[in-house]
T-cell receptor, first 111, second 114 residues
Framework: EAQVTQNPRYLITVTGKKLTVTCSQNMNHEYMSWYRQDPGLGLRQIYYSMNVEVTDKGDVPEGYKVSRKEKRNFPLILESPSPNQTSLYFC??????????FGPGTRLTVL | QKEVEQDPGPLSVPEGAIVSLNCTYSNSAFQYFMWYRQYSRKGPELLMYTYSSGNKEDGRFTAQVDKSSKYISLFIRDSQPSDSATYLCAMSAVSGGSNYKLTFGKGTLLTVNP
């Protein structure tokens, strides 16, 4: 089944404790992206990757890092999480167009 | 002025009603227009995708784009309780070879009552 998977789905952590949210797609898509969804603000892009080893900032990259060492994986790294990063995170992928497929989301709470 | 404006609702209709969902935008560079449906606790899923102005129909769903008015619509005919979800409009100015960033509206929560 073609899909984007994210892990973990739910995470509660404390300020400053480094964490990684994984994202994997099995559709051989070149383009991958991370969004965060917040009430009243909608979905906003954090980082994106056009292909392996090619990443760039979206609209709200502060406090996040990404890497793209393999085509299928695009992990999101929070080196020192803060409460304002409490949010619902979505990974998305696309073959090379605008029809993006979204993962199921990761709900992160930073205390 | 926000790039994309969408009435958050909530919108509640009886089963079988015609539903109209709308977004306005300010960036005249937007060329690609999409509607996503998001069920509670799920990721957005692509419903409709149109390029530039015009209409596109897919079953009970019709998407309309009026670039001159910077206004897009999604119509749902014969609405069903299974259509109850948040509907997100999304737009992009990309023509290829660059960031396929989607700019989203905040979403409209729709409930279809049996």
């Amino acid at each position: 089944e073609a899909q984007v998977t994210q892990n973990p789905r739910y995470l509660i952590t404390v300020t400053g404790k480094k964490l990684t949210v994984t994202c994997s797609q099995n559709m051989n898509h070149e383009y991958m992206s991370w969004y965060r969804q917040d009430p009243g603000l909608g979905l906003r892009q954090i980082y994106y990757s056009m292909n392996v080893e090619v990443t760039d900032k979206g609209d709200v990259p502060e406090g996040y890092k990404v890497s793209r060492k393999e085509k299928r994986n695009f992990p999101l790294i929070l080196e020192s999480p803060s409460p304002n990063q409490t949010s619902l995170y979505f990974c998305a992928s696309s073959l090379g167009g605008l029809e993006q497929f979204f993962g199921p989301g990761t709900r992160l709470t930073v205390l | 002025q926000k790039e994309v404006e969408q009435d958050p609702g909530p919108l509640s209709v009886p089963e079988g009603a015609i539903v109209s969902l709308n977004c306005t935008y300010s960036n005249s560079a937007f060329q690609y227009f999409m509607w996503y449906r998001q069920y509670s606790r799920k990721g957005p899923e692509l419903l409709m995708y149109t390029y530039s102005s015009g209409n596109k129909e897919d079953g009970r769903f019709t998407a309309q784009v009026d670039k001159s008015s910077k206004y897009i619509s999604l119509f749902i005919r014969d609405s069903q309780p299974s259509d109850s979800a948040t509907y997100l409009c999304a737009m992009s100015a990309v023509s290829g070879g660059s960031n396929y960033k989607l700019t989203f509206g905040k979403g409209t929560l729709l409930t279809v009552n049996p």
